[in-house]
């Protein structure tokens, strides 16, 4: 397969996926998180049918890292943007809180474990802690939006975990932006000096081209010129912080905030971006599947599983600590945690971000990582999810949910 074909059959994909998430009665076929895209490019890949090489992932890497990138523009212009539902805001705090709490966990379990058996040593053992720590620390909300829009789930434990993965995103993306701080790979790099300087470039050139498309798109009064500025400030962030070794993701997750910030057209923006999550994922999925490298060593397999074991140890007791409390007047079950243990772009953007920046085996063990972590929270998550709203009353068949009441 040629490189030219690839990237038609994926414009296919993005075409197939928008075209099957429109309508709204059919918007939850398939997985949440695209894992049998993810299987399926692992199946074409060179691990297993070779029909996409690995030379022509390496040509098609600049638009993957793009698209991945793409992403974290989508989690940016979402903070702040709640669900109509909005709940207390100790909630979402808490689940920040819990988001950094799983980023540490696995990072330290990660630091101290490399050492012992994985061979990994000097700066790749902080790369690999803080890149496990970014891959764990994400929770899909898109997975619980998904559960209401395939079967018309709503009710206060819907809300609540809406409102636990709401805020987030924004854990592994800093990470990201800590790491790549850390570790200069271009002579660019080296002119910002410390680290804190390179990570404090990383969010501000994102910030300050957001506050320029908002600019922009204020004074812009047609809808597609709006949408052309979004598109071009983002290929200009990417290109800059990767030209220079920063992390593209992070910073055009702070475009995205500022952009939501700053534009008068800020909720129509974000409508439109969260259109091209969908289109976007299943093709950036399925190359992620393709460009996973089963010949690491054995200890570094077993590290990769550190980072679902780190979701599952943090986020049970936390949500078991506080169900008494989550959604009144229900109290669900001890295991609700295992709810939030769905992800997915934002762990693919992690993934495909340190295969591209780090592409020894630090990069490639931290993709594994996260694609271990979303077919396990795609498994587990969803039958937790399943189990949780179904004792909660709050899980029933579309044709079934009653009609919502109009909104004023």
Request: hydrophobic share 55%; aromatic share 4%; glycine share 10%.
């Amino acid at each position: 397969m040629s490189v030219y074909a690839l990237l038609a059959a994926l414009l296919l994909l993005a075409w197939a996926a928008n075209a099957i998430a429109s309508p709204r009665e059919r918007r939850g076929l398939g997985l949440s998180s695209g894992t049998e895209f993810l299987l399926a490019g692992l199946l074409l890949g060179p691990t297993g049918a070779g029909l996409i090489s690995a030379p022509i992932l390496r040509d098609m890497a600049p638009a993957t890292f793009a698209a991945a990138s793409w992403l974290a523009l989508l989690a940016g212009s979402h903070l702040g943007r709640t669900h109509k539902h909005r709940g207390p805001a100790h909630r979402r705090l808490l689940g920040l809180a819990t988001s950094v709490a799983v980023f540490l966990a696995c990072a330290g379990s990660t630091w101290l474990l490399s050492a012992l058996f994985s061979g990994v040593s000097g700066h790749e053992r902080l790369y690999l802690a803080l890149g496990f720590g970014c891959a764990a620390s994400e929770t899909a909300r898109a997975a619980i939006v998904w559960s209401a829009e395939q079967t018309g789930a709503r009710g206060p434990l819907q809300h609540a975990l809406m409102d636990f993965a709401e805020e987030d995103d924004v854990v592994p993306l800093l990470g990201l932006a800590a790491l790549f701080a850390l570790a200069p790979r271009a002579p660019a790099l080296a002119l910002l000096g410390a680290p804190p300087t390179a990570f404090a470039v990383t969010l501000g050139i994102g910030g300050i081209m957001g506050i320029v498309a908002a600019i922009l798109a204020n004074l812009e009064a047609r809808r597609g010129a709006r949408w052309v500025i979004v598109i071009g400030a983002a290929a200009l962030v990417t290109g800059v912080t990767a030209r220079i070794g920063l992390a593209a993701p992070a910073a055009l997750m702070a475009m995205g905030a500022t952009l939501n910030l700053f534009s008068a057209h800020g909720r129509r923006l974000h409508d439109v971006l969260a259109t091209t999550a969908r289109p976007v994922l299943l093709p950036v999925i399925a190359i992620a599947g393709a460009s996973l490298d089963l010949h690491a060593a054995a200890p570094l397999w077993l590290l990769a599983v550190l980072v679902p074991l780190a979701r599952l140890v943090v986020k049970v007791p936390v949500v078991a600590a506080v169900r008494t409390t989550l959604a009144p007047p229900h109290v669900p079950s001890r295991a609700a945690g295992l709810s939030l243990l769905a992800c997915g772009p934002i762990t693919v953007c992690v993934g495909l971000t340190m295969a591209a920046g780090f592409p020894g085996q630090v990069g490639h063990i931290v993709l594994a990582a996260c694609l271990l972590s979303i077919i396990i929270g795609d498994i587990v998550g969803y039958a937790a999810l399943r189990h949780e709203l179904k004792n909660a009353g709050e899980w029933r068949p579309v044709r079934n949910a009653p009609t919502p009441p109009p909104t004023s």
